[in-house]
């Protein structure tokens, strides 16, 4: 049976992923964005709700979860985050699957995975696009976001794969410290060469 070939967009913090993704699906390549899929399951009579509210009471309501006091319960809780995680985790895989099955005739679809490195996700993708910029321009992104401080912005980068290491493990390399135009070309391009390499198979 042939299938997309599946692309595994991933990228630090303010690198640009979003507005990547955003670019791939512009140019008609479907994209399966895993947070946003999170989000709606765990939003207003989202369908994960009844379970995180079995497993942490107290911490949903009418509008879906209630991210303050689910932290507040797995936060630096490993067994916690796990029991959320086993929640939250095979929902998505669901999604993802349904998506495959949607998407069976396209050449190439993205999987769009902030922590594609960090979970081990790079395994179940053909190729792998890193999406980077240089670090001053990805400092001055995140630290204008409503509520970041350096503390803040240095914590979660200690939590991901550092972006050259991410560069090195890169099928190709995205670099969003440009212009808009210039990424868009580079993208255009990169789905031109992407949907070729399918037609190889």
């Known amino acids: 049976m042939t299938r997309p070939l599946i692309v595994g967009l991933t990228g630090s913090i303010g690198m640009g992923k979003s507005t990547v993704a955003t670019m791939f699906e512009a140019a008609g390549v479907p994209v399966f964005d895993a947070d946003a899929e999170v989000r ?22 009418p509008a879906g979860v209630l991210r303050d006091e689910l932290g507040q319960k797995v936060f630096g809780d490993k067994e916690a985050l796990a029991r959320l995680e086993a929640i939250v ?19 190439v679809v993205v999987f769009d995975i902030p922590l594609l490195f960090e979970k081990g996700g790079a395994a179940a993708v053909d190729k792998v696009v890193v999406v980077s ?30 972006d ?7 099928d190709y390399i995205v670099d969003t410290g440009t212009s808009v135009e210039e990424t868009e070309t580079e993208v255009i391009d990169l ?11």
Do not use: C, D
């Open 40 to 61: 709606a399951m765990q939003g207003a009579n989202g369908e994960l709700i009844p379970a995180i509210e079995a497993a942490f009471p107290g911490t949903t309501g």
């Open 89 to 107: 985790h095979p929902a998505v895989a669901r999604k993802r699957e349904a998506f495959l099955i949607e998407h069976a005739g396209a050449p």
């Open 133 to 162: 910029a240089p670090a001053e321009t990805q400092r001055a992104r995140v630290l204008a976001r409503p509520g970041m401080t350096q503390e803040k912005f240095a914590h979660i980068l200690s939590l991901q794969v550092p």
């Open 164 to 170: 050259a290491e991410k560069r090195e493990r890169a």
């Open 191 to 201: 789905i031109t060469h992407l949907r070729a390499e399918r037609a190889k198979k």
